[in-house]
């Protein structure tokens, strides 16, 4: 069935550093992909999704590039912020059967003054 | 817009009570609502689909007698948690696909405690 992988976390960074959490993605179709964010308590929030094969989802400094060529959809930010820590879900879905979300198990990020 | 507001977002209850959890859709029609469950430092595991009107579907290995799921109406999915164990503690998510948009809109979620 379809699957989602993810780096293993947790990701320690410095604020102002270069982030990259990988992931990658088994379908049988031509999945939605997507990254959601969850704060300490809280419930998910959707940081940026992509459609289709090439599509950049961007929002907050964060970007996303749909590769259909090596099924990646790997979240990326130039500059990090301490606020940015928190616990990032890759996560894709099949459009045309409008099932459920299918979710990575999530990459932690802690980033440091 | 595509707001879903779950609640409670905490309780506590004794072992063998039944607690309940509300997930509304705020401005739109939620014809499927999804239901999960998130263990401390873990992802997100689907326990089960929930179409307006009709019976939920399951995911295997989720007690349907033990986790009750209720969507009689396109704007109100419940998820009641029958006489509830502390293993049965843990944070529990509702989703709902937002159609037209292709995307997920999800409830800020409980946090079950039995002690």
């Known amino acids: 069935g379809d699957s989602v992988t993810q780096m293993e976390g947790p990701v320690t960074l410095s604020e102002e550093a270069f982030l990259t959490i990988n992931c990658t993605y088994t379908?049988?179709?031509?999945?939605?992909l997507f990254w959601y964010v969850q704060y300490p308590g809280e419930g998910l929030q959707l940081l940026l999704k992509?459609?289709?094969?090439?599509d950049k989802g961007s929002n907050k400094g964060f970007e996303a590039t749909y590769r259909k060529e090596t099924t990646s959809f790997h979240l990326e930010k130039g500059s990090v912020q301490v606020s940015d820590s928190a616990v990032y879900f890759c996560?894709?879905?099949?459009?045309?059967?409008?099932?459920?979300?299918?979710f990575g198990k999530g990459t932690t990020l802690s980033v440091s003054s | 817009g595509a707001v879903v507001s779950q609640h409670p977002s905490r309780v506590i209850c004794k072992s063998g009570t039944s607690v309940k959890i509300e997930c509304r859709s705020l401005?739109?029609?939620?014809?499927?609502m999804f239901w999960y469950r998130q263990f401390p430092k873990q992802s997100l595991m689907l326990m089960a689909t929930?179409?307006?009107?009709?019976?939920?579907?399951?995911e295997q290995g989720v007690e349907k007698d033990k986790f009750l799921i209720n969507h009689a109406s396109l704007t109100l999915s419940t998820l009641t948690v029958a006489s509830a164990h502390p293993e049965d503690s843990s944070f529990y998510i509702c989703?709902?696909?937002?159609?037209?948009?292709?995307?997920?809109?999800f409830g800020s979620g409980t946090r079950l405690t039995v002690v």
């Open positions: 989703s709902a696909r937002v159609q037209g948009l292709g995307g997920y809109t």
């Open positions: 379908a049988t179709g031509y999945p939605s």
């Open positions: 992509a459609t289709k094969a090439d």
């Open positions: 996560a894709l879905s099949d459009p045309l059967a409008g099932t459920a979300l299918i």
């Open positions: 401005d739109f029609q939620a014809t499927t």
């Open positions: 929930s179409n307006e009107g009709s019976k939920a579907t399951y």
